[in-house]
């Protein structure tokens, strides 16, 4: 069996703990692991997975992936393009290898399944149906009439004459309003699509040329063409731009379920504290609370305050009489909502993005491959940052056109090029990096290094950077 991990996505819906540059999948938001730890972590033992995100998450993902322990390769999507293509960049790529047949197991990285050995139990029994050719979808036995979930609708009276717990899919069903999802639960046989599925590889690129060959041909154009570096799959970026942007719900399954009397797409019911963690509200629900309904995260003082979410990320933060609130800190954003109106945070969302602010793209603090820095303080014609550079690490041999800057070592030990000369650097120490010199700084060390980088100049931005060697393979 071969997992594949699909972490794309931006988490929009989890502003501000979510940014595009670090979307939910890699935020520690059930435990210490990250949700993308959490989907390797319940999978046991496993050789290797193959990993699917986007081009500007690689060294994010990378970096999860080695505290993790975790063998994986992982495909870069230059462009997002849904499930359906980029389940079947992993199909190509196992077939490529004589792996055809061997079972791929399709997972989100941002769920939350809190019942791990039942999970393990189901997906064991999803394989030898999935060896047999069936297209196998997993389904979440419902807790309530939810609104927010397409419905699987199950065939249980053939279910009934199969001694398994796995029933032919009589219907894919969007989601309903609220009096339908009540039907549902109270029919039976319904349940939530949870997004994940089990088959073998050339199975799935078997249904996916039947019904969307024009996506079978662009993908298939774009893994002729690949390159490795390091863990990194890059498949040609123009045939994959040109790949049609569609679910594997609608490209696959739901077409393959309405063709006359095909059975071959079967549903598994899954029972193991499933969420999508779709938003702050879904958290609330899935977390352990105290005496007055509240989840507190950080340092949070919280008096008369009732089944509300509480986080900070940074500094105190208080709250007196409120009830059913969100309220989330981070050091650059506040939100304060109505549980009851969490889903339009998108709303705010867009408006931040129309207003061309940060806030939404990034954190104050920015991870990098070498280690991240923070921007502390912020000016006409300065910034201050907080630079952390890994043990061995080493940034770009560079050059800025509008900026000059100066190191002050608060630990550790730098070694700085600064034009034709290499140097230590080490606590208490500072050097300076005039406008236009070239310039790299490394860590020799064994442990962090921490220094402060006051820049000055006409322009700050992180664009100004002319790079001139890169070891993580930057342009």
């Not at 997993?138 to 309530?144: A, E, L, Q, R, S």
């Not at 120490?429 to 290094?449: D, F, K, R, W």
Request: glycine share 8%.
């Amino acid at each position: 069996m071969i997992p594949v991990i699909m972490a794309g996505g931006s988490g929009t819906r989890l502003w501000p703990l979510s940014r595009t540059q670090y979307p939910k999948q890699f935020l520690g938001l059930n435990s210490d692991l990250s949700m993308l730890q959490e989907t390797v972590k319940r999978l046991g033992s496993v050789d290797q997975v193959c990993l699917i995100c986007n081009e500007e998450h690689r060294f994010l993902a990378a970096e999860q992936m080695r505290v993790a322990n975790q063998s994986c390769s992982i495909f870069l999507e230059p462009v997002g393009r849904n499930t359906a293509p980029a389940i079947a960049l992993a199909a190509i790529d196992a077939v490529n290898k004589g792996l055809g047949g061997e079972c791929l197991l399709v997972l989100a990285a941002d769920h939350v399944i809190e019942d791990e050995q039942t999970f393990q139990k189901v997906i064991a029994q999803a394989e030898p149906l999935a060896k047999e050719g069936c297209l196998v979808t997993f389904g979440i036995v419902p807790t309530h009439a939810e609104t927010g979930y397409g419905y699987i609708k199950a065939d249980v009276r053939k279910g009934d004459d199969q001694s398994r717990d796995a029933y032919p899919v009589a219907e894919f069903v969007e989601k309903p309003d609220l009096e339908t999802a009540q039907t549902y639960l109270d029919e039976g046989g319904y349940y939530w699509n949870s997004g994940m599925f089990m088959f073998r590889a050339d199975r799935y690129l078997e249904e996916l040329g039947k019904f969307r060959p024009d996506i079978l041909e662009a993908c298939q154009k774009a893994m002729l063409d690949t390159s490795t570096d390091m863990d990194f799959i890059r498949v040609d970026a123009e045939a994959f731009k040109a790949c049609p942007d569609e679910s594997v719900d609608y490209a696959v399954m739901e077409p393959l379920c309405a063709a006359e009397g095909a059975d071959s797409v079967v549903v598994l019911p899954l029972d193991a504290g499933w969420s999508d963690v779709g938003s702050w509200t879904a958290l609330w629900e899935i977390k352990d609370k105290d005496s007055d309904g509240n989840v507190i995260n950080g340092d949070v003082i919280a008096h008369s305050t009732r089944n509300s979410y509480v986080m900070s990320t940074s500094r105190l933060v208080t709250t007196l009489g409120v009830d059913n609130l969100i309220v989330v800190d981070t050091p650059d954003a506040l939100l304060v909502a109505d549980k009851s109106k969490i889903q339009d945070v998108k709303k705010i969302v867009s408006e931040i993005k129309d207003n061309n602010r940060n806030e939404t793209f990034q954190h104050r603090e920015v991870y990098r491959p070498w280690g991240k820095y923070d921007s502390i303080d912020v000016g006409e014609r300065y910034q201050v940052k907080r630079i952390t550079v890994k043990p061995g690490a080493r940034l770009s041999v560079q050059k800025h056109h509008h900026r000059a800057e100066h190191w002050v070592v608060v630990s550790g030990t730098a070694k700085v090029t600064k034009g034709e000369e290499t140097f230590l650097v080490t606590e208490n120490q500072s050097t300076y990096i005039p406008l236009g010199e070239i310039h790299c700084l490394e860590n020799p060390g064994m442990v962090a290094l921490e220094l402060i980088e006051i820049q000055s100049g006409s322009y700050l931005g992180e664009d100004d950077i002319v790079r001139l060697d890169d070891q993580y393979g930057r342009a």
